[in-house]
């Protein structure tokens, strides 16, 4: 199993930026793929960027060019840059680990205001 602990969200101006950071214990080399989700109140949850062993990333449409994620492999540790924000960006953000295996794991998430 894998252990996830998210951090680095907060109140932020329009515009300003936010480096989130999710770091994994346990099982790290059956991870295959990290996993950055946000949910608003009252929205789904969606995805918004991943990052697969290989080092390929994918991100939503609306945070691309202004969200970067990446890792840090000897700190076993996924980023979510993320630059320009705007409000509509407000929302609880998660990382979800997903194993080779196809166990998933999920920590518990960091808000992150944007004030308009």
């Known amino acids: 199993q894998v252990q996830l602990v998210e951090s680095g969200g907060g109140l932020v101006q329009a515009g300003g930026s936010l480096r989130l950071s999710c770091a994994a214990s346990g099982s790290i080399c059956s991870v295959d793929a990290i996993l950055w989700y946000r949910q608003a109140p009252g929205k789904p949850r969606e995805l918004v960027a991943e990052?697969?062993?290989?080092?390929?990333?994918n991100y939503l449409d609306s945070v691309k060019g202004r969200f970067t994620i990446s890792r840090d492999n000897a700190k076993n540790t996924v980023y979510l840059q993320m630059n320009s924000l705007k409000p509509e960006d407000t929302a609880v953000y998660y990382c979800?680990?997903?194993?080779?295996?196809?166990?998933?794991?999920w920590g518990q998430g960091t808000q992150v205001t944007v004030s308009s």
């Open positions: 990052i697969t062993s290989g080092g390929g990333s």
């Open positions: 979800r680990a997903l194993a080779v295996t196809g166990l998933t794991s």
